[in-house]
Structure formats: structure tokens, C-alpha cells
């Protein structure tokens, strides 16, 4: 994703890749690559997710195929991080 993605993002009430990033620990082109469906987390990282955003590790495992590449998990990540405030924040 582009600066003009994560301004987009900010706008349409969407978390931007650095802000998310900071929530989960990773840099912005890793929350880009996940959010594009380039990339999966790692284990560590989907734990991480589940504490930032409520969604368990094992629902983020289910939507990751056994080969190749499938938007689904980065469908729902990206509606998680748009819809639901961390869940550690108040």
C-alpha cells in the first residue's frame, strides 16, 4: 500500500500500516504485505493480532490455505482493523 493507501485507510475510518503495525509490532510493509494478501503472520504475529483485536489465533488459522495464495485472511484482517478499536485501548 501507498502513503495515498494509508491516507485513504485514515479516512474511510481504517487503521493506516504504521499505526496498525505499532498495535501488532510489525513495520509498515509488513502490515502492507498482509493487508494485500502477500504475506501471512507468523504465529507470533497472529498472537499479537489477537490482542490488539479480539480475533482468535485459531479463526486466523482457518483462513489461511495449506498452499497458495488466498485472500481471505487478508479480507478479514482488513475488516478487523477497520471495524474494531484495539482491544486494549479505551
Known sequence: MSNE???RNAREGG???PE?????GLSYSGVSRI???DRYPSLAV????REA???SVADQQALIPDTGRNMDYAREFERRIHDQPAA???
Open 88 to 90: 486494549n485501548s479505551h
Open 46 to 49: 497472529m498472537r499479537k493480532i
Open 15 to 17: 487503521a493506516t500500516n
Open 53 to 55: 483485536y479480539g480475533w
Open 20 to 24: 496498525v503495525g505499532k498495535r501488532i
Open 35 to 37: 493487508r494485500s494478501g
Open 5 to 7: 493507501d494509508d491516507h
